[in-house]
């Protein structure tokens, strides 16, 4: 291979359900941006899943961690099967990943994308950043006294200042590049510990990074992004209540299908994880109806974060431009559909 093709290796982690007809749409698309921007991408196969712990009771063993380590990004599908209880894959394979990758942003970008008959504002367009290994994810809590009338389950929110900081610090660099403005989101009049922590290190680093801070508790954030989602640009909130704001602004911005993710470690000490924000879908899994837009909106951010910025762009292009035009009926049109867009991207250039 000649020196000046530039080469990075990814793990496809295409995962449960509709996971793997979507990832490998998004595959080729970014094989087929590589042709036309001299870089090459050394997919590692990484066949982890539900069908995988069925088989051999395995969700994520070290070594095949060790080996993610060593790769400079993940693309990942979706976890989660009917035939295996709740929590196995989602706590010891996607989160275990976000946990130990340090992958503490969690950035899922919700825009108003042309053609798309969406319930949201024409104006909506703003980021979350969802901090991505703390709070009430973070798995502290248990059960004492199962089985009896007075069984109890508590779930705690961890917040550490180090960990509400750098994930703020990320929002507020990013609302800098973007209008200066930040907008914490969080619910402080009633979590007064961690509000206040929350509160206090977004006003710091608001400061810090010279961005105008507003605050907004969730509920009435709820109601802003459907009434008036244009106060809104960049929004930095905690693990939970980002999970739940995400899923409202697919809604908005024409469902899951569409909407992106990016599990960030922004320090890069090792790969950053790309994921369409959809789930496994098993009831549509193998009937070809499944849309890879949400992953190929990934693979655009996966691409960026590997310093390939204009074919990045490029990407999501080709996907506003076949939504312009009404968009695909099967997985297989869609693919059609993006990679004819992208070898017409290449023309004009
Ligand atoms: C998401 C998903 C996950 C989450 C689940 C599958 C654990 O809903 O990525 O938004 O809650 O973070
Ligand atoms: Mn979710």
């Known amino acids: ?63 095949v961690l060790d080996g993610l380590r060593k790769t400079d990004a993940i693309l990942l599908g979706a976890v989660g099967s009917p035939q295996v209880p709740p929590g196995v894959l989602e706590r010891g394979l996607l989160l275990r990943l976000r946990f130990e990758l340090d992958l503490y942003v969690n950035l899922r970008p919700a825009k108003q994308r ?28 248990g059960i004492v006294h199962r ?26 660099k990013l609302a800098a590049k973007r209008s200066g403005k930040l907008t ?3 619910k402080t009049n009633v979590l007064t510990n961690a509000g206040s922590l929350w509160m206090r290190v977004a006003e710091e680093v608001a400061a810090d990074q010279g961005v105008s ?28 209540f980002g999970d739940i704001l995400t899923d409202l602004a697919a809604a908005l911005t024409g469902g899951l299908g569409l909407s992106a993710s990016a599990n960030l470690n922004p320090d890069k000490t090792g790969p950053s994880m790309f994921e369409p924000v959809h789930g496994s879908a098993p009831d549509i899994a193998g ?20 310093g ?16 312009a035009h009404g968009g695909a009926a099967t997985t297989e049109a869609w693919a059609d559909a993006l990679a004819e867009q992208l070898a017409r991207t290449e023309v004009t250039r």
């Open 147 to 172: 089985g009896t009338a007075f069984e109890t389950a508590t779930e705690e929110s961890l917040n550490t200042r180090a960990g509400v900081e750098r994930c703020v610090r990320y929002a507020a």
């Open 213 to 240: 801070l507003d605050y907004t508790h969730v509920d009435a954030a709820c109601l802003y992004m459907v009434s008036e989602s244009g106060r809104f640009d960049v929004i930095v909130t905690d693990n939970l």
């Open 287 to 306: 009937t070809g109806k499944a849309n890879p837009a949400g992953a190929a909106l990934s693979a655009a951010l996966m691409l960026d974060h590997l």
């Open 184 to 186: 914490l989101v969080h």
């Open 1 to 63: 291979m000649p020196d000046n093709v530039r080469s990075y290796a990814v793990a496809h982690l295409a995962g449960d359900g509709i996971g793997p007809e979507v990832t490998a749409v998004a595959r080729d698309l970014v094989d087929l941006a590589g042709k036309q921007h001299g870089f090459t991408i050394d997919w590692r196969h990484c066949p982890l899943g539900s069908e995988h712990y069925l088989r051999t009771g395995e969700v994520l063993p070290d070594e």
């Open 308 to 323: 390939e910025p204009e074919a990045a762009a490029e990407l999501e292009g080709a996907v506003d431009a076949v939504l």
């Open 114 to 141: 042309p053609g798309v008959d969406a319930a949201g504002a024409d104006d909506l367009d703003f980021v979350v950043v969802r901090e991505n290994t703390e709070g009430l994810y973070a798995g502290a809590g």
